[in-house]
């Protein structure tokens, strides 16, 4: 049991940064009217690809024209 508290307050702050980044993206995602791509793709990635996901879709997927 020592072994899985020590590896959880290890991988705590990455998950705590996964779900930042997550709800950042998904707030930047609700509030773009176009995307590179199609939007519901981009929804997709952002929830399910971790955390590349999210800086994928701000690197790469928003439209700034």
């Known amino acids: 049991m ?3 508290a020590n590896l959880f307050e290890l991988l705590w702050p990455l998950l705590v940064l996964q ?3 997550i709800v950042i993206a998904l707030i930047a995602w609700f509030k773009t009217d176009q995307t590179k791509g199609p939007k519901w793709l981009w929804l997709l990635i952002i929830l399910f690809a971790n955390i590349i996901g999210p800086i ?3 690197i790469i ?3 700034t024209d």
């Open 56 to 58: 994928l879709f701000f």
């Open 61 to 63: 997927g928003r439209r």
């Open 2 to 4: 020592g072994e899985v």
């Open 19 to 21: 779900l930042i980044l």
